[in-house]
């Protein structure tokens, strides 16, 4: 059994401006309580928004990062600069020429971190992520944890689903049947679930600020003040259970 922890969003700033908690005394509550477990988990999953658009570069949060307790995949958001992030997690992964996707290997499941993000900053993939994805699809041998920033399915709320995941289409065809056994995402700073691809697929809690919600979409998309949380994924051959840990209620 491989037992993943996924941190998302954490918006690292490097100004203070914070709007309700300092998300990198998150970081470090989180890396706390995953030290803290009687079962450490292999690896933590970071899905994104490193850093908020506000920050000059990653050098406020590389010193963080690098307290994990645990080893730590990072992935880019859409909030980072993906020249900056190739350049400050150089050696943390091997990143795809073209896009920051890679390939890491932990315990008996295969992580395929899949960059979501396009270069016009919308969520989706054009031709070369799909192209790599079906490519590390057909060699792989391994059960597949497939992360991404952005949900790939609709959520619901209008504001997170415009303009629309690209090429969500492709990306389902080639999961389906594939070794793919759970699809995670951060992006929404909430907790979503879900069917998709044959897969359960799900969005994680943010480190960082909650966002509010409307179905309608009449109401504002902006920060909330919510309790900052982390999903953890034990992937087995018996199936995947997830928990969530909120970092008020102590250690676990």
Same mark, same amino acid.
């Given at each position: 059994?491989?037992?993943?922890?996924?941190?998302?969003?954490?918006?690292?700033?490097?100004?203070?401006?914070?709007?309700?908690?300092?998300?990198?005394?998150?970081?470090?509550?989180?890396?706390?309580?995953?030290?803290?477990?009687?079962?450490?988990?292999?690896?933590?999953?970071?899905?994104?928004?490193?850093?908020?658009?506000?920050?000059?570069?990653?050098?406020?949060?590389? &010193?963080? +990062?690098?307290?994990?307790?645990? *080893?730590?995949?990072?992935?880019?958001?859409? /909030?980072? #600069?993906?020249? !900056? =992030?190739?350049?400050?997690?150089?050696?943390?992964?091997?990143?795809?020429?073209?896009?920051?996707?890679?390939?890491?290997?932990?315990?008996?499941?295969?992580?395929?971190?899949?960059?979501?993000?396009?270069?016009?900053?919308?969520?989706?993939?054009?031709?070369?992520?799909?192209?790599?994805?079906?490519?590390?699809?057909?060699?792989?041998?391994? &059960?597949? +944890?497939?992360?991404?920033?952005? *949900?790939?399915?609709?959520?619901?709320?209008? /504001?997170? #689903?415009?303009? !629309? =995941?690209?090429?969500?289409?492709?990306?389902?065809?080639?999961?389906?049947?594939?070794?793919?056994?759970?699809?995670?995402?951060?992006?929404?700073?909430?907790?979503?679930?879900?069917?998709?691809?044959?897969?359960?697929?799900?969005?994680?809690?943010?480190?960082?600020?909650?966002?509010?919600?409307?179905?309608?979409?009449?109401?504002?998309?902006? &920060?909330?003040?919510?309790?900052?949380?982390?999903?953890?994924?034990?992937?087995?051959?018996?199936?995947?259970?997830?928990?969530?840990?909120?970092?008020?209620?102590?250690?676990?």
């Amino acid at each position: 059994m491989a037992l993943i922890a996924q941190l998302t969003d954490p918006h690292l700033r490097d100004d203070g401006a914070d709007p309700f908690h300092d998300p990198a005394e998150a970081m470090l509550q989180a890396f706390a309580q995953i030290a803290a477990m009687d079962i450490k988990p292999d690896a933590i999953v970071l899905t994104g928004d490193i850093i908020d658009r506000s920050a000059k570069g990653y050098a406020h949060a590389l &010193p963080v +990062l690098h307290r994990a307790p645990v *080893p730590l995949w990072p992935m880019p958001g859409n /909030h980072d #600069d993906p020249a !900056g =992030f190739r350049i400050a997690f150089d050696g943390w992964a091997e990143f795809a020429p073209d896009h920051l996707s890679y390939i890491a290997q932990i315990d008996d499941l295969q992580l395929i971190a899949l960059d979501s993000t396009l270069p016009d900053g919308r969520p989706g993939l054009d031709r070369m992520p799909l192209d790599w994805l079906a490519d590390a699809l057909g060699k792989s041998r391994k &059960p597949i +944890l497939l992360a991404l920033h952005h *949900p790939p399915f609709a959520t619901g709320a209008p /504001h997170l #689903d415009r303009p !629309g =995941f690209q090429n969500a289409e492709a990306l389902s065809r080639l999961i389906e049947g594939s070794a793919v056994c759970r699809i995670i995402a951060g992006h929404s700073h909430r907790a979503m679930q879900t069917l998709w691809a044959g897969c359960l697929c799900s969005a994680a809690p943010a480190i960082g600020h909650g966002l509010s919600l409307s179905l309608s979409g009449t109401e504002p998309h902006k &920060p909330v003040r919510v309790a900052p949380a982390f999903d953890l994924h034990a992937i087995g051959p018996k199936g995947c259970v997830s928990h969530q840990i909120r970092l008020d209620e102590g250690s676990e």
